[in-house]
Each structure stands twice: as structure tokens, then as C-alpha cells.
């Protein structure tokens, strides 16, 4: 049981962690393209915590008010926001343009933060029914100064004036320049484009999560999900 708890509470951790580095982006793009992984740690929390609750539940501990709120969250995660994690967090996958934005706009810091506060809710319960579930607390990290001047040095200031963009999101940026595609050639460029930016754009801040969460790494394959 301690090691299948750990992993859930790994999963709310790099939640809260994502948390914080959102909140210390300059604009909403930014914003919204550091709190994507919140989607993907969300999605492998709702995948081991039920596991975890079903441990519990085996022992005799009661876990009706775990069920209840694990029911509302796989409800509340389920259709738009499980479409971002498989089409715009675990892979980047086309859209038609208008489902891209609506998607797009449904990653915020109210949506992730409520998310985030549920399933860190969720964790506690559990830990409070069994000592071999370790009680919550957030990778030391969180709320370093020194990692947060990394990344706010790495994002700077929001951009000003006039951008030009060619990648499939930048129609959702402020002041930005962009054109609609017309055929999938043009499609498949600009998301060739979105990925290459977003994968190269801010370096700083893989490097600022490598550090938060260095004292609670755990091999990959230990937080692997069953077939």
C-alpha cells in the first residue's frame, strides 16, 4: 500500500508544483502552456487513486466520503478537459481550429487549481485512514525564491507590441498577427510549428521543475501505469 500511496501523492505534488509555476507566468499564453501537465498527472491520479481507495476499503476503512469526491472529479475531468490531455499535453494532435481554441481556453489557473485542490483534498482523506499512506506535502521546492527568479528571468515580461506567429495557436495570443489555414498541408505546418515552440520556447522552466522536484524524484518506471 505505501507504494502505490506514494505515487498518488506524487501525482498531487507535480499538481501543486505545475500550480506554482503557472502562477508565475507573465501573460495567459504562458500561463496556460506551463499548466497543461496538470492534465497528465490529473489523468494518472484518477487512474492509481481508485486503486489506492479500493486497498483501504479492503482493510475495513471507510472510504465513502474518498468515492464520493473521486465520482465528482472523474465526472468533472471527463470529455473537454480528458480531450487536453490526449490531444494537447500527452500528444499534440490536430484539431479542427475551433475546437483548438475552446480547448485551449479551458486550460486556466481556475480550472487547474481546482483540479489541483480536489485531488490534494482526495490524497488527504486517504492519508488520514492509514499510516501507510505518507501524510501530504509539497516537494520542498514550492515557493523557493531562487527557482522562481529562474523562471520568471527564463519567461520575462509578457511581449509587446505587434507578433507574428505561424503555429495553430497563435490566433488565441493578444497583438498577434496570424493566418487561418486553408488546406491540411497548412494545418499540419503550423502544427508542426506549435509543437517545435513549444517544445524549445522556455528551457528555464524544465530546468525549474528538474529542481523542485529533485528531492522527491522517482524513476519513471516506478509511476508506470498498469497495461
Same mark, same amino acid.
Given at each position: 500500500?505505501?507504494?502505490?500511496?506514494?505515487?498518488?501523492?506524487?501525482?498531487?505534488?507535480?499538481?501543486?508544483?505545475?500550480?506554482?509555476?503557472?502562477?508565475?507566468?507573465?501573460?495567459?499564453?504562458?500561463?496556460?502552456?506551463?499548466?497543461?501537465?496538470?492534465?497528465?498527472?490529473?489523468?494518472? %491520479?484518477?487512474?492509481?487513486?481508485?486503486?489506492?481507495?479500493?486497498?483501504?476499503? =479492503?482493510?475495513?476503512?471507510?472510504?465513502?466520503?474518498?468515492?464520493?469526491?473521486?465520482?465528482?472529479?472523474?465526472?468533472?475531468?471527463?470529455?473537454?478537459?480528458?480531450?487536453?490531455?490526449?490531444?494537447?499535453?500527452?500528444?499534440?494532435?490536430?484539431?479542427?481550429?475551433?475546437?483548438?481554441?475552446?480547448?485551449?481556453?479551458?486550460?486556466?489557473?481556475?480550472?487547474?487549481?481546482?483540479?489541483?485542490?480536489?485531488?490534494?483534498?482526495?490524497?488527504?482523506?486517504?492519508?488520514?485512514?492509514?499510516?501507510?499512506?505518507?501524510?501530504?506535502?509539497?516537494?520542498?521546492?514550492?515557493?523557493?525564491?531562487?527557482?522562481?527568479?529562474?523562471?520568471?528571468?527564463? %519567461?520575462?515580461?509578457?511581449?509587446?507590441?505587434?507578433?507574428?506567429?505561424?503555429?495553430?495557436?497563435?490566433?488565441?495570443?493578444?497583438?498577434?498577427?496570424? %493566418?487561418?489555414?486553408?488546406?491540411?498541408?497548412?494545418?499540419?505546418?503550423?502544427?508542426?510549428?506549435?509543437?517545435?515552440?513549444?517544445?524549445?520556447?522556455?528551457? =528555464?522552466?524544465?530546468?525549474?521543475?528538474?529542481?523542485?522536484?529533485?528531492?522527491?524524484?522517482?524513476?519513471?518506471?516506478?509511476?508506470?501505469?498498469?497495461?
Amino acid at each position: 500500500m505505501k507504494e502505490l500511496a506514494e505515487k498518488v501523492r506524487f501525482c498531487v505534488q507535480s499538481m501543486c508544483g505545475v500550480r506554482w509555476l503557472t502562477s508565475l507566468m507573465p501573460d495567459d499564453y504562458s500561463k496556460r502552456l506551463v499548466a497543461r501537465p496538470t492534465f497528465l498527472y490529473l489523468d494518472a %491520479f484518477l487512474q492509481l487513486a481508485p486503486r489506492l481507495k479500493n486497498e483501504l476499503k =479492503g482493510i475495513k476503512k471507510d472510504v465513502l466520503d474518498v468515492h464520493e469526491c473521486l465520482r465528482k472529479l472523474e465526472s468533472d475531468y471527463e470529455g473537454n478537459y480528458s480531450r487536453i490531455r490526449d490531444k494537447l499535453t500527452a500528444h499534440r494532435q490536430e484539431l479542427p481550429l475551433a475546437d483548438l481554441i475552446e480547448a485551449w481556453n479551458e486550460v486556466d489557473l481556475v480550472s487547474t487549481t481546482i483540479f489541483t485542490e480536489d485531488a490534494e483534498t482526495i490524497y488527504r482523506l486517504m492519508a488520514d485512514l492509514h499510516p501507510d499512506v505518507p501524510a501530504y506535502t509539497e516537494f520542498k521546492g514550492v515557493n523557493d525564491p531562487a527557482i522562481a527568479r529562474i523562471v520568471r528571468t527564463e %519567461f520575462g515580461d509578457a511581449p509587446q507590441g505587434l507578433q507574428v506567429g505561424t503555429d495553430n495557436l497563435a490566433i488565441t495570443r493578444p497583438q498577434t498577427v496570424t %493566418f487561418i489555414p486553408t488546406c491540411d498541408f497548412q494545418r499540419q505546418v503550423m502544427q508542426v510549428v506549435a509543437a517545435h515552440r513549444e517544445g524549445t520556447a522556455h528551457p =528555464g522552466c524544465s530546468e525549474s521543475y528538474r529542481q523542485l522536484t529533485a528531492s522527491k524524484r522517482q524513476p519513471i518506471q516506478q509511476l508506470a501505469l498498469p497495461p
